[in-house]
DNA sequence: CATGAATGAGCCTTCATTCAT
DNA sequence: AATGAATGAAGGCTCATTCAT
């Protein structure tokens, strides 16, 4: 007997909220349809009927959960996406320490978009999009990731662990876009070999550079 | 006997080179004219019509130089781009240096990124596509910069200067990566400041990292 | 034997009436919905959906009232419509004079399109069709009309009032057509004038012609 | 040896003007064709396709000359329609006599609309629609017939042939009204009568009305 | 070589209708 | 009886590509 089930039995006067989720669950069925035409086929390529027939269900119910086809690649970041990088706050939140704060956070990206392949796929094109469809939800996630850094670049200076001549705004881009990229390299290769395996490596190449140190 | 046939006999040479000659200026300016169109608005959401009317030729003229409309991409990349990474070890060239080479194609590679804006674009959005049209041809400009930088690395490390712990695909990645996204940050900016005046602080940060000596 | 038959049984009387009343209620508001939907929109313009929003029940309330959307516009001529019409008759019997006849007709059609502008819309529209979903009901309206002006025609001639050389055919959509354009016209105005001002000078035309006696 | 041919041997110098005649052709090829269509299933049930079957072309090829399927009736009536109107207008002003002009511009009217029954159909729908598409081309028309009833009945008011105690406004819904309902019923009849045969006992219903004279 | 009118396959979206609840 | 989520057929429109001139 799993969670499911035991909600029908004991839960009935739930009911209501059975059907809520019942509701969400179709809308996250499309969803998660959407994403893996979209990273297979790129969002122009693909088609609603396409998705649909990902989901299980006819072209038309589609737009009883999204206004149109743009509208599913919005939802997606604003919902997915944005999920995954609230995950990366509290990641840098576990540790007080900076260089741990970022090594989680490294980890934590490096993990997240390794379990879902498709949200990655679909990440890195559309963030790489000159007209994004969806610029607004984009601009916040990226922010967020931008205010991590500054975070843990801040704390590392007080703690000395952090150069202090540093312009923050090019070590946000040095950061996330090394990452972007071990990851995009990962997409496009035969993808039999740990993506998360990379995060220590990373760090220190972060941390020291490639110099040697006299 | 038609007129046709008329040139084919007795106008051969002059044709053919007037032809040759014609034929390469329009194919030039229907590639530029083409990129443009592509960097505006994405490959997928941009006509042949409109390339046609950008370039100044009729939509059927398209055809004469192009197989199709997927032909005009791979040909932005076998010839433009393929040109650019060209420059880049040329640059490399230019110093025997290891981090004056690193500095130099990061200079270059910023430098003509910034000069067109239009292959920058087109660039970072069909890099980081899932079903590349130009597979082929970005996988070699890949391995192109991939071999540029290892050769720095190499030369590095029997200079002394880079360190000898490192993993050497990794830190392909982690070049490229940053200067990517320093790239794509300026991109969807407003552009106004200067792209190049990055490339030391970013040298900067490769080689040293961002960790404080001790 | 379960809760349905009990009332079958024995609770028949009660429950047909109740049931009667609520079919009645519901068919009426639908069709006033309707109405009100089709004649701000067009009927093809209309959806069903709007109908039932306007009506304030389900889609598919709709269906247990009506075969179909074209079943709701036949139902509306052969109810609402006809109700109208037929008491143009009663209105042309209350004189027995011909021409009382025909002014108490003009009135009666101009302050009932008044009255219900939704309907004069939808009839408007309608009549002027070619393909007519309503097309018997829409007939046997207009033969009822041609009747009352036949009937008036022959009281007049015998009374004196009327031409004895008219070909009655054209007198009928001579009238019908002019009270038709009054309407019309008033429909596509701002309406802040009164329609059944008209019928006076409308009949007086009909009468009188607009020569000179001489 | 057609036609064409014959053109194609002795015509060349006119090549250029057969080939905008072929254009215009085909702009009025579809225009005619969708008129049939639109005679035969009102506007909202031909489909772009029926019209592009019914003039011969490619759906596609619509969209070269029009706009979209609405754009199709507004050039129906700001074209066609409008064209109509104008020889009304020449009609009017063929006699001195107000009593002749009315009867030259019945008479027009109904020979214009029995010879393209097409047209006549679509404008008795469109212009009792309520949402209509040609909103402006029809308040156009419109204008233009008030204002030619408008001159005949002064010059027939100046000449003593028509009474000085009428509403204009009045009188002119009078006439167009009748004289589309005689065609309406045309139109919905058998058509095996003569409509122009209506014109004569229409104008003299219109100048003596139906009443006698004491 | 160059043109651009014509084509028609294909896609997004709407909406009348059904049916399980 | 009533609901409204789900369906899927159908239609308007776009656009890459062709080909007669």
Redesign the pocket.
């Known amino acids: 007997m799993n969670t499911h089930s035991f909600l029908v039995l004991f839960g009935r006067d739930r009911r209501h909220k059975i059907n809520k989720k019942e509701k969400n669950n179709?809308y996250h069925l499309i969803l998660k349809a959407a994403v893996k035409v979209f990273a297979r086929q790129g969002f122009y390529q693909?088609?609603?009927?396409q998705i649909a027939r990902e989901a299980g269900?006819?072209?038309?119910?589609i737009?009883?959960y999204f206004k149109?086809?743009d509208d599913i690649l919005v939802h997606f970041f604003s919902y997915r996406t944005k999920q995954v990088f609230e995950r990366f706050r509290a990641e840098v939140n576990k540790s007080d320490n900076s260089l741990d704060k970022l090594r989680n956070l490294i980890r934590r990206h490096l993990t997240e978009f390794q379990r879902d392949r498709d949200m990655a796929v679909v990440y890195q094109v559309e963030t790489h999009q000159n007209s994004r469809l969806a610029e607004d939800q984009i601009r916040e996630m990226s922010q967020m990731y931008q205010d991590l850094v500054s975070e843990i670049v801040e704390t590392g200076q007080q703690e000395g662990r952090i150069r202090k001549d540093l312009y923050v705004g090019l070590v946000k881009r040095f950061i996330l876009g090394a990452v972007d990229e071990v990851i995009n390299t990962w997409l496009h290769s035969d993808k039999n070999y740990d993506l998360v395996s990379m995060a220590d490596p990373l760090v220190d190449l972060f941390v020291r550079g490639i110099g040697t140190s006299d």
């Open positions: 179709k693909s088609t609603v009927a269900v006819a072209d038309g119910t737009y009883l149109n086809k």
